[in-house]
Structures are given as C-alpha cells and as structure tokens.
C-alpha cells in the first residue's frame, strides 16, 4: 500500500509498504478515508519529540471503513463508518477502566523508553514515534487498530466524513481541555492557540457552561475563525500586550480557567522567546513553554491552567512562585479519546457542536510533503489539512 513516512527531521516520503494484517484477536483493518495533520505531528517532524525511525508512517486523526476483523470484535464488522482514537487504550486496566485512556499500562510495548524519562509510560499513540508503542500511523492507505472494539466507534449517518475524521484526536482533546477547567456558570475562560484543538476548546467551553471565552493567536484567519464559528472575543498577542488585556478585559481579576493548546513549539517576540529558542537549539532545554508561563501569570488566584498543547521534556523559567501562591490548579494530559466520543459524535450529530469547519485544504496523500509544509508555515489561511489515501 501506499504510506507517508518519515525519513528524518522535515523529510517526508510517500512509499510502498506492505498491507498491515491482523496479528491479534481485537485487532481491525481499517482502510482509511480522511487523514488529517495535527500539530502535534510537527513536534515529530521538527525533530522535538526523539525516537521516530526511518520509514516510519506517521498520522494519527483518521476515520475509515472496516475491511478486517480479528477474531475478537463483535460490536463493529466489515464495511462499518468508523472513526478510531488517536490514543491507544486496552479497556480493561485499571487507568482504562477508569477513563483514562491515555494513561493505558498494555498498549505500548515500548513503555522502558519513556519510564526512563517520565518516571512512567503513558498509552501509545498512533504514528508517534517509538517512545509512545511504534505503531504505523493513518497517513496510509490502511492501518492496523489494535483494541479495536474500545478504541473505535461507528460513524452516525448523520456526519460526513470531515466531520467525522476530528472525533478521534482535535474535538476530544479541545474538549479534554475544557472538562479538565471545572467551568462553573460565570466562568470566563482563556483559550492560547487558535489551531483546531484551541477552536475545539473553545466550543467545548461553552458547551460546558463558560460565560465568555477569549482566544489568543496571531493569525488573522484563526481568529475571524474563533469568533464567527467559535463565538470567542479574540486577542492578537502580535498587536496587544496579552496579560494587560487580559486583566482589562476580566476587571482586573484575570480568566477564571486557562488552557495552554499550543505546546512546545510557541511563539511570540519576547525576550523570553529568543532565550528559550536559544537554549532548545543548544540541546539545553527541550520545550519552549512562553504559552504556559503566561497562562500562569494571567490565571486569576484560585484558578485552573489546563495544558493540552504538548510538551515533550523539560522547561526552565517556570513561574512557580505565582503558581504556587495564587493557589492555582493544573490540569494537563494526553487525551482520554475514548471516554469522550459518543458524547462529542452526538454533539456534532444534532448540531451543538462542529469540526468539519477544521478542513481548510483536501489533498491527496501523495501531495503529503506539501500539506505538511504548507500546515507548519500556517501559509494559505490553513488550518487542518485532510488527505484522501
Ligand atoms: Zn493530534
Ligand atoms: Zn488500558
């Protein structure tokens, strides 16, 4: 079949692999429809996230239709919509049975690579470098699910495929992000990123009875996006002095709840975004964290930091003392896809909620390096490329 796979930092090659197969009874084939790029992928690409390999498929928000079973799948069979969770979960250890998929103990085999850096392994992740399981990832023509009868559900009539290819990774994880907040009715919640899991978020956080939602980004089109799909009020951290609007716009107290969608890779014109620049490209520190610092300095006393955005490794300068005495919780995680996806296909189903807004570009999978190229350069108003096998 054909695969985009990795072959070093920023070399991306469409190639002939062969068909996956079944290898264990919970195992499905899925043949994949819609394939969409993630930001997290870039982390992967531009070599911020160690462990990937030559060859490797990456790509991990997909939906599909089942072409194979193992003997162990009985809820879903050949020919069924589906959309699958980017996380890998095995359903039945004490982290999965308790909805926290992406804390999974049986789905990476690989788990001695990140105990030694995390203290712990977390899920494997699809097309996410051998550290989180090694398994192929969606930019394919098929893939491999393994737990398939807990990691993939079926695609209600009602959505289309686009819609249908963010139930796996965006929604849930903008949604995570906005559980994790514990809005109360009157919250004013801060969204820093405007990517798809920020728009995602900043939906979610409404849905779950947010008063105001402010995004921060700087690109235009992502946030003309926040407020006419999002209903966000918008802060361009480009033109304004974000902690000052901030604290005007909330009398002074600054956002009850703040979510970090951006990660390890942020941005800005900072002193401090020279310096950690500097610092990441001379090995001494692996995340860039401007977003987060500022999310702890904008957050109201007794409020909540929920992060989302990805970190890989190890931050300096963190603000610990505002932290620590203006009594904030944090929040953070992987997404726990699978305890989150009937709700979130039923929101989109009766019309609460939208992501197939998300597809700005459809390509076909051979035209991989570009999209990718495009996607990490936000050229062209991109904001979720979607590749076709
Ligand atoms: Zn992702
Ligand atoms: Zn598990």
Redesign the pocket.
Known sequence: MKALCYNGKYDLRVERVPDPEILNPRDAIIKVRKTAVCGSDLHLINGYIPTMREGDIIGHEFMGEVVETGSGITNLKKGDRVSVAATI?????T??STGSYSL????NPNAFMPEKIMGDSPAAIFGYTHSFGGYAGSHAEYIRVPFADVGMFKVDERLTDEQAVFLGDAFPTGFMAADMCGIQPGDTVAVWGCGGVGQMAIQSAFLLGAERVIAIDREPNRLETARRVGKAETLDFSKVDVLEALREMTGGRGPDRCIDAVGLESVDDSVQYYYDKAKQFAGLEIDRAIVLRQAIMACRKGGTVSIVGVYAGFIDSMPMGAAMNKALTFRMGQLHAQKYMPRLMEYVANGQADTGFLVTHRMSLDDGMKGYDLFSKRADDVMRVVFTP
Request: hydrophobic residues 0%; proline residues 0%; negative net charge.
């Open positions: 979960g095995c359903g039945h250890c982290y999965c999974c103990d049986n789905s």
